[in-house]
T-cell receptor, first 115, second 111 residues
Framework: DTEVTQTPKHLVMGMTNKKSLKCEQH?????MYWYKQKAKKPPELMFV???????INESVPSRFSPECPNSSLLNLHLHALQPEDSALYLC??????????????FGQGTRLTVV | GNSVTQMEGPVTLSEEAFLTINCTYT??????LFWYVQYPGEGLQLLLK?????DKGSNKGFEATYRKETTSFHLEKGSVQVSDSAVYFC??????????FGKGTRLHILP
C-alpha cells in the first residue's frame, strides 16, 4: 500500500463552520505534512509532524489546527475560515523525517471552498 | 537559504517533440532532488529523484541528472505525448524536514 488517502475530496463550508480534513497512510512513515496549494502555485508547507510530534509550524493562523492522533493519521481542524483560505489542501508523508533522501508521498488533496 | 528555481511556463510543444525543463537550486550541504508531476485535479506524484551528485533519475521516459558543479537538475524527455500535459515541480529535500518546491512549469502537449 503506497497510498496517502485524504477525505473528503471536496468541502464547502461557511465562515462560521467547524470542519476537519483527514489523512491516512499505512506505509509506516514517521513524517506527515500538510500543504496548502492555491491555483497555479506550488504547494506551501503548513505543518510537519515528526514521530507524531509537531516539528514545524510555518506561522499558520490559529484557525487551522493540526492533530496527529497516531502514526497513521493526520487531521486538520478548521474553524472560522476566510474565503481566501479556499485552496487545495494536500497531505503527504515520508519514511523518516531525518532522512533527506526519502521522497514524500502525496494524497489527492481536499478541494476546500469557504463561502 | 535553500531555494529552487525552475523555468517559467507555460511550455507548449507538439507531440513527439523533445522536452527540457530547467531547474537550478541553492542549498547548504547535499540535498536530494526530485521532480514531481501534478495532473489536473490531482495531487502530486513523484516522477523521479536523485540523492547524490551525478545520479540520474529516470521514470516513464523522463530523465534528470544531479549536477553539483552547475547546481542543476534539468528534466528531459525525448518524445513527449499528449498525456504528459501537466504541471511539473522541481524540489529539494533537506534534513530540516522540509521539501522546497520550485514554482512549477505548466506543460501543454498538442496532438
Amino acid at each position: 500500500d503506497t497510498e496517502v488517502t485524504q477525505t473528503p475530496k471536496h468541502l464547502v463550508m461557511g465562515m462560521t463552520n467547524k470542519k476537519s480534513l483527514k489523512c491516512e497512510q499505512h506505509m509506516g512513515h514517521r513524517a506527515m505534512y500538510w500543504y496548502k496549494q492555491k491555483a497555479k502555485k506550488p504547494p506551501e508547507l503548513m505543518f510537519v509532524y515528526s514521530y507524531e510530534k509537531l516539528s514545524i509550524n510555518e506561522s499558520v493562523p490559529s484557525r487551522f489546527s493540526p492533530e496527529c492522533p497516531n502514526s497513521s493519521l493526520l487531521n486538520l481542524h478548521l474553524h472560522a475560515l476566510q474565503p481566501e483560505d479556499s485552496a487545495l489542501y494536500l497531505c503527504a508523508s515520508s519514511q523518516d523525517p531525518r532522512g533527506q533522501d526519502t521522497e514524500a508521498f502525496f494524497g489527492q488533496g481536499t478541494r476546500l471552498t469557504v463561502v | 537559504g535553500n531555494s529552487v528555481t525552475q523555468m517559467e511556463g507555460p511550455v507548449t510543444l507538439s507531440e513527439e517533440a523533445f522536452l527540457t525543463i530547467n531547474c537550478t537550486y541553492t542549498a547548504t550541504g547535499y540535498p536530494s532532488l526530485f521532480w514531481y508531476v501534478q495532473y489536473p485535479g490531482e495531487g502530486l506524484q513523484l516522477l523521479l529523484k536523485a540523492t547524490k551528485a551525478d545520479d540520474k533519475g529516470s521514470n516513464k521516459g523522463f530523465e534528470a541528472t544531479y549536477r553539483k558543479e552547475t547546481t542543476s537538475f534539468h528534466l528531459e524527455k525525448g518524445s513527449v505525448q499528449v498525456s504528459d500535459s501537466a504541471v511539473y515541480f522541481c524540489a529539494l529535500g533537506h534534513r530540516d524536514d522540509k521539501i522546497i518546491f520550485g514554482k512549477g512549469t505548466r506543460l501543454h502537449i498538442l496532438p
